[in-house]
C-alpha cells in the first residue's frame, strides 16, 4: 500500500504562482511514475504533469512552460511549481503513483483556486 498526502493549494490571483507539495509514504519501492492530475467541476480528472524514477517528465500541452513537476526519492516527495497560473487551472489537484503492475493510488486532493 501506498498512502499520498498533498498541501500546498489555495486562492492565488491570476499571474500569481502556487508550489504544490506530495508526501507519500508505505512500499514506495513499487513506484515507478508519480504524477499530478487535477479535476475541474463538471469535468473529467486530467494529467497535468508526471515524472518517472529516473527524473523523465512529461506535461500536458495546457501547462507546458508554466508547471514544473520534480520529484526526490530519498523523501519520497513530488511537488508541482505552477508559474503564471491562469483562472482555468481552478480545480482539485490530486497526486498519483503508479506501480509497475499498472495499480494507481491516489492522495485525497488539494483545492487549487486562481481568481482573476
Known amino acids: 500500500q501506498v498512502q499520498l498526502v498533498e498541501s500546498g493549494g489555495g486562492l492565488v490571483q491570476a499571474g500569481g504562482s502556487l508550489r504544490l507539495s506530495c508526501a507519500a509514504s508505505g512500499s514506495m519501492f513499487s513506484i515507478n511514475n508519480m504524477a499530478w492530475y487535477r479535476q475541474a467541476p463538471g469535468k473529467q480528472r486530467e494529467l497535468v504533469a508526471a515524472?518517472?524514477?529516473?527524473?523523465?517528465?512529461s506535461y500536458a500541452d495546457s501547462v507546458k512552460g508554466r508547471f514544473t513537476i520534480s520529484r526526490d526519492n530519498a523523501k519520497n516527495t513530488v511537488s508541482l511549481q505552477m508559474n503564471s497560473l491562469k483562472y482555468e487551472d481552478t480545480a482539485v489537484y490530486y497526486c498519483n503513483a503508479l506501480n509497475p503492475f499498472g495499480r494507481h493510488y491516489w492522495g485525497q486532493g488539494t483545492q487549487v483556486t486562481v481568481s482573476s
Open positions: 515524472i518517472t524514477s529516473a527524473g523523465s517528465t
